[in-house]
């Protein structure tokens, strides 16, 4: 029993530890910190281009604190958004990651989409793969 008494959130802060310990592995990266804005930055982007429907079906797979990086600032009415080449879905990454000196681009959102692999059921990482355009669904490989 933990502590507190709050099992579901020790849990969670758990597995999402796993989860950054994982990608800062996969990454090569000595900064959690920046291998978790990764994560939520690349989660948004994947997010942004899903209907609401699978919005949630995704979601579901994901660790409760995760889970909440990954609506965190959803607007619903503005998804998805039609961008359809794999250079845009990266670039706007790498706007949002400029500031880290450990990011290298694609290859790094790469890690990202090789730890969805490994943490969430095939099943759902084929639907959320068949939601996106060929080119952005040829950058996940």
Known sequence: ???QGLESIDHTVHLTHEWINELAERLGWVSKRSAWRLLRVVLHRIR???AIDEVAQFSAQ?????????FEGWAPKHT????RHAADFTGAIDLLMAEVDEYRGKED???VFALINNRISDGEVNDVR???PEDIRA???
């Open 1 to 3: 029993m933990s502590a």
């Open 48 to 50: 942004d281009h899903l």
């Open 62 to 70: 994901l660790p409760l604190l995760v889970r909440g990086a990954f």
């Open 80 to 83: 998805p958004i039609k961008e």
């Open 109 to 111: 959102i790469q890690c």
């Open 130 to 132: 068949r939601c996106l």
């Open 139 to 141: 950058l996940w490989g």
